[in-house]
């Protein structure tokens, strides 16, 4: 990374001026990620002491994993599952982030240590390393500046022995940074960065926030009507952004786009806290309103995996006038069930029904779900395709692995396999319900193995089977207009980029069914 002979003096007087000048010396995440932006305006002091340690136990369970025989940065034993405890979500949120900036600078944190002699240290334990570095990377991105700690915060012993070690060798900290910045011609952090960790983090910088309207709490209508009176006005596409702008997804009638860089301000309207717009990825509700087309009047639903209750809410909002009922597998604990049931019943949903059993463990004859006539498959995946992950992994109840898998910028072959024959299983189990006529498979994986093999896979499998009437693929259908016309592709497909996350669609229906799609006022289409 080249740089002129001023900015070396520049980084030369860095060194030279540390003592006077700390506020000049940071670690910034140079993304212009809003996400970033907008957690530093909440929390420019820094954060309360159970972030810190929250932080400090995702990234034990992430960090990058050195060669023993050249390991200079000592950690403790990770083999047990962090027990963590979120005050809220924002909490969880900014913890999930700050161990993702640690993990993405590892390297950097951890010579910015023993370049300046900080560590190692006899008071503190390896147990204690992981937080050494998550606060390293905080105390860096603050200038170097004293956190602001509220008086009726709980403070955690662990944490400020650690910020008062750090803050007694501010200066040795910024000048090792400084050196580091002058040894690698360095303007900016991000220089350490992959390229393929820059090139996902310049496409989240630049992604639309994604929100679909709760009609079980307002009607489209008074939905924009509301907005006008908000001061936004409604434009054709993310191409016409200008600040208090939206727009309808060109898929899916109730999904709004936003600019990014209105996060803070929308999660503070009362939209938001009515439950009335809901933020998630598009490609949720591309799965929810492909299953909703597929089905006619009183027929029920089976969604695979309790993932997301965003995604639940959605298809119960499409489904409140049908008469169908939807039920959801995987709820395994009484304490689950009663947090979903309020939730759903905080969001107006009423034709939820929780099932105990994971999917593969449902009986092709039970009783339950006889009129079930759609299976809705979200499976686990790799999730590379994803915008934002930290907001998918607390969305959908991802653990944190996910954070390790993006920053290596793929998946191990052994990880993928197993994914890749879990989901091929789910789906062969969903194609054996006699009674179901449609399926809807949907990931966010960039991976063929988890995609388009899958699906034949399956599809061979339902041959071999000797099926009596076998599945074939038929292109899903999105009505946004009245004048939409139905897809000819296969399969449908989003790619990562700066206005989308990725999205692999495959909807599968029985041979012998006829689809007939309705006149062009209506917004789905039914299988006879």
């Not at 029985?510 to 917004?523: C, L, N, T, V």
Request: a negative charge; aromatic letters at 8%.
């Amino acid at each position: 990374m080249p740089g002129s002979e001023s900015n070396l003096v520049s980084l030369h007087e860095d060194v030279t001026n540390v003592t006077s000048d700390l506020s000049e010396m940071k670690i910034s995440d140079e993304k212009g990620s809003v996400e970033k932006r907008t957690m530093t305006l909440i929390e420019k002091n820094g954060y309360h002491d159970s972030v810190y340690i929250n932080a400090a136990k995702i990234f034990q369970s992430i960090r990058t994993e050195k060669c023993k025989e050249g390991i200079l940065v000592r950690y403790g034993d990770d083999s047990a599952s962090p027990m963590m405890t979120f005050k809220d979500e924002y909490s969880q949120y900014v913890s999930h982030e700050l161990a993702f900036s640690a993990l993405k600078y590892q390297d950097l944190l951890e010579e910015i240590l023993l370049d300046s002699c900080v560590y190692p240290c006899q008071s503190i334990p390896d147990e204690l390393t992981s937080l050494l570095v998550v606060m390293l990377y905080d105390l860096q991105d603050r200038k170097f500046q004293a956190r602001e700690i509220c008086d009726e915060e709980e403070s955690v012993p662990e944490v400020r022995k650690i910020e008062h070690y750090l803050n007694s060798f501010r200066t040795k900290l910024a000048a090792a940074l400084a050196r580091w910045r002058v040894k690698h011609d360095a303007l900016s952090i991000e220089y350490i960065l992959p390229e393929t960790i820059r090139k996902q983090e310049q496409r989240a910088s630049a992604l639309p926030l994604c929100v679909w309207i709760n009609t079980l709490k307002i009607s489209l209508e008074d939905l924009f009507s509301d907005l006008k009176k908000k001061g936004f006005t409604r434009v054709e596409s993310v191409s016409d952004f200008d600040r208090y702008t939206y727009c309808v997804d060109q898929h899916c009638y109730d999904v709004l786009f936003f600019p990014s860089s209105l996060k803070e301000e929308l999660l503070n309207l009362d939209l938001f806290a009515d439950c009335k717009l809901l933020l998630q990825d598009k490609s949720r509700s591309l799965a929810v309103h492909s299953a909703q087309a597929l089905l006619n009047a009183g027929d029920d639903v089976i969604v695979a995996h309790v993932g997301s209750h965003l995604t639940i809410a959605h298809i119960s909002a499409l489904t409140i006038h049908s008469m169908s009922r939807i039920f959801v597998c995987g709820v395994k604990s009484s304490a689950k069930a009663d947090e979903l049931r309020n939730l759903f019943s905080h969001m107006g949903c009423k034709n939820i029904h929780l099932l105990h059993e994971d999917f593969t463990e449902i009986g092709l004859t039970d009783l339950r779900i006889q009129e079930a006539k759609v299976i809705l498959l979200l499976p686990q995946c790799s999730a590379l395709g994803v915008g934002n992950p930290i907001d998918f992994i607390l969305n959908e109840h991802r653990d944190a692995g996910l954070l390790r898998d993006l920053f290596r910028g793929s998946v191990s072959e052994d990880k993928l396999s197993i994914m890749a024959e879990r989901q091929l299983n789910e789906l062969m189990h969903a194609m054996k319900f006699n009674e179901v006529q449609a399926i809807v498979y949907c990931t966010c994986s960039i991976y063929p193995e988890e995609n388009e093999l899958v699906v034949k896979k399956a599809l061979e499998f339902g041959v071999e089977e000797n099926q009596v009437q076998p599945y074939r693929i038929i292109p899903p259908v999105f009505s946004t207009s009245s004048n939409s016309e139905p897809s000819t592709e296969t399969f449908f497909k989003m790619e990562p980029s700066e206005v989308s996350s990725g999205c692999f669609l495959a909807v599968l229906a029985r041979e012998g069914h006829r689809i007939i799609f309705p006149p062009a006022d209506e917004k789905q289409y039914m299988l006879t």
